[in-house]
C-alpha cells in the first residue's frame, strides 16, 4: 500500500456523489451507520475534529466534523477498511508539520482561504486538496460558510489530510484496524461519547459496542 497511496480523482469524485446522494435521499439510516463506523475506527479523528467546539462553538465544530469526515470517506474508498487509525501523536506530528509549513509560507493570511496551503504538502495528495479546496471556496462563496468558520477549520483539515498520508506511507505511525480498547469502559449511557462526536454514548459508539 505504502508504494502509492495517493487518492486518486476518481476517488475522490465518487465519495462525493456517495454522500451528496445519501444527503438527497435523506438517508438517515445510512449516515448513522457511516457516523458510528468513524465513531469506533477514527476516535482520535473526532476527538481533534471536535476540540474546536469549546472555542468557536457547535457550528464550526459541525463544519470540522464534517470536512474531515469527508477526507476519512476519500481514503476508505481507495483503501476499503484499511486505513489506518490515526493516533493521537501522529496527529500531533502532522500538526506540527502543517503549523511550520504554513508559518514559512510569506503573506499568507492575504491570500484567499482555500489557498492558504503549502504546495509540497498539496502534492502528497493533490486530487483531496483540490476538491477540498474547491468546496471550501464554494461554501464562503454561497453564505453556506462564513469566512470565519472556514478559517478556523482549514489547517485542521490539512492536518487530517497528512496524518493519513503518513500512516498509510509509513512516515509515521498509525493503528492497524481492530476493536478498540477503550480507557473507560463504564462510561455513562449519558454521558458525552468517547469518540469526541458530541452526541451522547447510548446514541453512539455503544449503539454498535
Request: proline residues 6%; negative net charge; contains cysteine.
Amino acid at each position: 500500500m505504502a508504494d502509492n497511496v495517493v487518492i486518486s480523482e476518481t476517488s475522490v469524485q465518487a465519495t462525493i456523489e456517495a454522500l451528496t446522494a445519501m444527503d438527497a435521499s435523506g438517508d438517515r439510516r445510512t449516515m448513522n451507520k457511516m457516523a458510528r463506523r468513524l465513531g469506533k475506527e477514527q476516535p482520535s479523528l473526532l476527538q481533534y475534529a471536535a476540540a474546536c467546539r469549546e472555542d468557536h462553538g457547535d457550528v464550526v465544530a459541525e463544519a470540522a466534523i464534517f470536512y474531515t469526515t469527508l477526507v476519512w470517506s476519500m481514503f476508505d474508498r481507495q483503501f476499503p477498511r484499511r486505513v489506518p487509525r490515526l493516533i493521537q501523536d501522529n496527529i500531533g506530528d502532522a500538526e506540527t508539520i502543517v503549523t511550520e509549513a504554513l508559518d514559512n509560507i510569506e503573506g499568507l493570511d492575504a491570500r484567499p482561504i482555500h489557498e492558504r496551503i503549502d504546495a509540497q504538502l498539496a502534492a502528497q495528495q493533490p486530487h483531496v486538496y483540490s476538491k477540498v479546496c474547491e468546496l471550501l471556496e464554494e461554501d464562503v462563496r454561497e453564505e453556506a460558510m462564513t469566512a470565519t468558520c472556514a478559517e478556523v477549520i482549514f489547517k485542521p483539515i490539512q492536518v487530517v489530510i497528512e496524518a493519513f498520508d503518513a500512516a498509510l506511507t509509513g512516515r509515521r505511525p498509525g493503528q492497524p484496524q481492530g476493536p478498540v480498547v477503550r480507557k473507560n469502559p463504564k462510561v455513562g449511557r449519558n454521558e458525552p461519547c468517547p469518540c469526541g462526536s458530541g452526541k451522547k454514548y447510548k446514541r453512539c459508539c455503544h449503539a454498535v459496542s
